[in-house]
């Protein structure tokens, strides 16, 4: 355990130095939404940015995803291992090998290593999704890759791209002769190197002004904070082991039955320690569903964060009182290789979260969360083809136009721009214009579902449908979606949130239910149709407000069948303008349906 009582300790001055580094992040994450080009990343800021220290320890992530920014001192380790002492000032590397630190291949992540005064003191992370990365087809999740060589992308396990502040122009042809987009691919690859660069730059300037011993003194305070403040919030826990399970949905004749999962959560409260344990989980599976140990780690630590006081520093201190009980060749673990990792930041993942957050709901009533809505469906597919309006231009890009629902807490509904467990609320939705702008696609609708959040004294979000198509030439569109099967459970009584579901509608207005990992072309006149899962409810329909049913009904997030059925809310009248609550109806309706539940 770090001592936390040293003489020199000045809460006044970490606190400053902290929120100092907090805005460094914030820096480079507006460098980075700035300056990139693909609208995966200036749209829907699906990036992150964070700071580790010079011997591998996460200092700090400011509002990084957490499924990409908890694994970050395994790429920075991984940087040391392989540079060894050749690690020098100008330095900058390319990572995106899920076997030695990283998320999945998708995830390019820009290392650079901080030098003050000789000494490596900190390495700068900027860490972004890509549109495309040479996959043997146009996105970067293939789920149904056998292997990490049947997904086709190009793999640097910490490759310096940087010597001197000089570019290695051999890894820039590399990559602009495999990816469909090279130039889209080049802007963000710049953009990502320049988000590193001010980070080093900042974490100098800071270095200067404070001197290098006040920066190791707090960095020490720092991880020493963090660790106690999450020694309080465990011992605020009972002696207790949790058990929870789930599974993702079927893959056709591969996963018949889905990926079941299974975590063990120890706590203990004496010691001030959470253990982890998600060895009883099955092998590898011959496609891309497998966890890389970077995404196992990120998804049952924040499944931890979520449940627990939200004011904790997520860092190397307070992650110190986790143990993670990992198994080589695992689906949910450490995979064996060559084994594909493709979709490792997503389904397995967002279902990793959900289990161990809605875990804690065991506990009682004021703990845990319930299952957030999840599904990288036809909302969040990559879309890829000729635009008419360019030459025939090649486009390739990941939307993000539908949110899935969040889940119901002990205080509070579901948040309707939650997106996916793995990402919180972090990432941004598409804007509809901007996506037609930038590619050759009509959007015909964006919309809320009623009535598919999941009930609860606290709901769940709804669920959110899209459809679009081609204007002009086909469209590839591909998406490995979860959630079709087995929606997003609530916890403590709450109920289940809607499922995923699929359609591609033909120029006749013929309707086809598609699968839910889908590969398919779609022309003119054509379109898909399709909706992500709403979050899950969290205690009892029939404690709920009353009032509250009453906004969702008139705001539409509810219908006025499952008021009456779940709720057992009664109104006075129909019009949303004068409706109100008939509060003797409604107490006898919520006694008669607590009668048939009994």
């Excluded at 360019?390 to 205080?411: E, I, K, T, W």
Aim: charged residues 25%; aromatic residues 8%.
């Amino acid at each position: 355990m770090t001592d936390t009582t040293e003489a020199d300790f000045d809460p006044y001055m970490t606190a400053i130095i902290s929120n100092r580094i907090d805005g460094i992040i914030r820096e480079m994450t507006n460098t980075l939404l700035r300056a990139a080009r693909s609208g995966v990343i200036n749209g829907a800021r699906d990036f992150s940015c964070s700071i580790c220290t010079g011997d591998n320890r996460l200092l700090a992530s400011a509002e990084g995803l957490p499924i990409h920014i908890f694994g970050s001192h395994m790429q920075t380790q991984a940087m040391c291992d392989f540079a060894g002492d050749e690690l020098a000032e100008g330095d900058c590397y390319l990572h995106n090998d899920p076997y030695s630190g990283n998320t999945h291949a998708g995830d390019h992540t820009y290392l650079v290593p901080v030098f003050i005064d000789g000494e490596h003191l900190f390495t700068a992370v900027a860490k972004a999704h890509q549109a495309d990365i040479g996959n043997a087809l146009p996105t970067t999740y293939m789920a149904g890759a056998k292997d990490q060589y049947a997904e086709g992308a190009l793999i640097f396990p910490a490759v310096r791209i940087q010597r001197n502040h000089e570019m290695v122009e051999d890894v820039v042809r590399m990559c602009r002769s495999r990816i469909r987009v090279p130039d889209q691919w080049y802007g963000d690859f710049l953009a990502g190197i320049g988000a590193a660069r001010i980070a080093e730059r900042r974490l100098k300037e800071l270095c200067a002004k404070y001197g290098k011993e006040q920066i190791k003194a707090f960095v020490r305070h720092w991880f020493a904070y963090s660790e106690q403040r999450m020694i309080q919030a465990i011992r605020a826990l009972p002696r207790v082991t949790l058990t929870n399970s789930g599974a993702h949905d079927p893959f056709g004749d591969l996963l018949p039955e889905g990926i079941p999962l299974k975590v063990t959560i120890d706590i203990d409260p004496e010691k001030a320690l959470i253990e982890l344990d998600l060895t009883d989980n099955g092998d590898n599976v011959e496609c891309g569903f497998n966890e890389s140990e970077a995404c196992t780690s990120a998804s049952t630590i924040t499944g931890i964060f979520n449940a627990l006081d939200s004011s904790v520093p997520r860092n190397y201190g307070s992650f110190s009182r986790i143990r993670l009980k990992l198994r080589d060749g695992c689906v949910a673990g450490r995979p064996k290789f060559p084994h594909s990792c493709s979709v490792a930041t997503t389904n397995v993942a967002d279902r990793l979260v959900n289990i161990v957050q809605s875990a804690f709901a065991e506990l009682g009533e004021g703990w845990g969360l319930a299952e957030g809505g999840l599904g990288m469906g036809a909302g969040c597919a990559v879309v890829s083809g000729k635009d008419h309006r360019a030459d025939n231009a090649a486009y390739v890009n990941q939307l993000f136009l539908a949110n899935a629902g969040g889940p119901g807490s002990p205080s509070a509904d579901g948040w309707i721009t939650y997106g996916l467990p793995v990402a919180a609320g972090l990432m941004y939705r598409d804007s509809v214009e901007i996506d037609e702008l930038k590619h050759p696609i009509a959007i015909r609708f964006l919309r809320l579902m009623e009535g598919t959040g999941g009930a609860g004294k606290f709901r769940g979000a709804p669920a959110m449908e899209v459809a679009y198509g081609p204007k002009e030439q086909p469209m590839d569109v591909i998406w490995p979606c979860d959630g079709t099967v087995y929606p997003p459970k609530g916890v403590r009584g709450g109920g289940d949130g809607f499922r995923c579901r699929h359609w591609k509608v033909g120029a006749n207005g013929q309707e086809e239910e598609l699968p839910n990992i889908a590969v398919l072309k779609i022309r003119k006149d054509e379109y898909v149709r399709g909706n992500q899962a709403g979050g899950g409810g969290y205690g009892n329909p029939l404690e709920r407000d009353p009032r509250r049913v009453l906004s969702d009904v008139i705001e539409r997030y509810e219908t006025l069948e499952r008021a009456n059925d779940i709720y057992g809310v009664v109104f006075s009248g129909s019009d949303p303008d004068t409706m109100g609550i008939d509060e003797a109806a409604t107490a006898r309706r919520r006694a008669e349906l607590r009668r048939a539940a009994a």
